[in-house]
């Protein structure tokens, strides 16, 4: 059965970095575009990135984009977000999916159950 788990999160000063992994099993990688997606507290899920089934095609949103870099090894059944320049208002739970991410959260397949950010001094 297809399980998404997403780890690296935690306490981070403004300005820090931090490099997210999400582990797939149950499915096979290489046939799922992935995103990553947060919430932040009082908000409501956005997308932070996307990344086509390849690694050839690559999307930020404008609060990611310079800042953050999307990478997956479809061998390992990993994806990962390096986030660097990290700001409080990155703070709030990462999650993971797979599934056409170019379309929307909407559309996605499958979801990890998400890790904390929290970015303060």
């Known amino acids: 059965q297809p399980r998404l788990v997403e780890s690296g999160g935690g306490l981070v000063q403004p300005g820090g970095s931090l490099r997210l992994t999400c582990t797939v099993t149950?499915?096979?990688?290489?046939?799922?575009?992935a995103g990553w997606f947060r919430q932040a507290p009082g908000k409501g899920r956005e997308g932070v990135s996307c990344?086509?089934?390849?690694?050839?095609?690559?999307e930020y949103s404008d609060s990611a984009k310079g800042r953050f870099s999307v990478s997956r090894d479809n061998g390992e059944g990993t994806v990962y977000l390096e986030m660097s320049n990290l700001k409080p208002e990155d703070t709030g739970v990462y999650f993971c999916?797979?599934?056409?991410?170019?379309?929307?959260?909407?559309?996605?397949?499958?979801w990890g159950k998400g890790t904390q950010i929290t970015v303060f001094p």
């Open positions: 999916a797979v599934g056409p991410c170019y379309r929307g959260a909407e559309y996605m397949d499958y």
């Open positions: 149950g499915l096979s990688l290489n046939d799922y575009a």
């Open positions: 990344i086509g089934t390849r690694g050839g095609r690559k």
